[in-house]
Every structure is written in structure tokens, then in C-alpha cells.
Nanobody, 121 residues
Framework: VQLVESGGNLVQPGGSLGLSCAAS????????MRWVRQAPGKGLEWVAQIDSRGGMTNYIDSVKGRFTISRDNVNNTLYLQMNSLQPEDAAVYYC???????????????RGQGTQVTVSS
């Protein structure tokens, strides 16, 4: 299993950023995926999750209406579109692979190396 995140950058408050996660080494379309983040000095926090087919998504309250998780099962890529970014969104963002197709029952065992998102003026 290999997960490679990209797209992190420095963005001003209120700006937008899109993250990608290229997956390989497993049948991507069979598994739920999620994005998690870790801010300096804090623990991992899940941000958004999506089922294997992309038909169901779920978000933590703090990003609802601002972030959108999606996936391309042809190109084995997971995405996170982030709008209206705030300083509290600054973190290293990781993608994780679920153990099942449904995120409701999945555990998450594999994580990429992360991509840094900085929100600052």
C-alpha cells in the first residue's frame, strides 16, 4: 500500500486549496478513504471520509460546508477541496486507507507521508 499526498501550500485566510492523494498497491475502488490532519502540538483529527464508491461522505462539523472530499476510482486518487480556509485549518494533512468499503465500519491502517497546509496572512 502506498499513499502519496500532494497539494499543500501556504494560503491566506479565506483562500482555497486542493489536496490530492495518489493511491497504489491495492484495489482503490474497494475501500473507504479519509483525510486526517495534525496541527502542531495536537493529535490526529479526522476531517472527512468517503465510502468506496464515492456516494457517501462525512465531515467533522468544523469543515462542513467548506471542505469537499471526493475520489476518482479510475485514476486511484483521493481529493480534498478546501475553501474558506482559516488559521485553525493549518496542519499536516494525511490520507488514510480504510479496511472496508463503508467508512462507518472501517478502521484505518495505512497513512501517507502528509502534506503541509499553512494558513497565514
Amino acid at each position: 500500500v502506498q499513499l502519496v499526498e500532494s497539494g499543500g501550500n501556504l494560503v491566506q485566510p479565506g483562500g482555497s486549496l486542493g489536496l490530492s492523494c495518489a493511491a497504489s498497491g491495492f484495489t482503490f475502488s474497494n475501500f473507504a478513504m479519509r483525510w486526517v490532519r495534525q496541527a502542531p502540538g495536537k493529535g490526529l483529527e479526522w476531517v472527512a471520509q468517503i465510502d468506496s464508491r464515492g456516494g457517501m461522505t462525512n465531515y467533522i462539523d468544523s469543515v462542513k460546508g467548506r471542505f469537499t472530499i471526493s475520489r476518482d476510482n479510475v485514476n486511484n486518487t483521493l481529493y480534498l477541496q478546501m475553501n474558506s480556509l482559516q488559521p485553525e485549518d493549518a496542519a499536516v494533512y494525511y490520507c488514510e486507507k480504510g479496511t472496508l468499503g463503508s467508512y462507518s465500519y472501517s478502521t484505518y491502517k495505512y497513512r501517507g507521508q502528509g502534506t503541509q497546509v499553512t494558513v497565514s496572512s
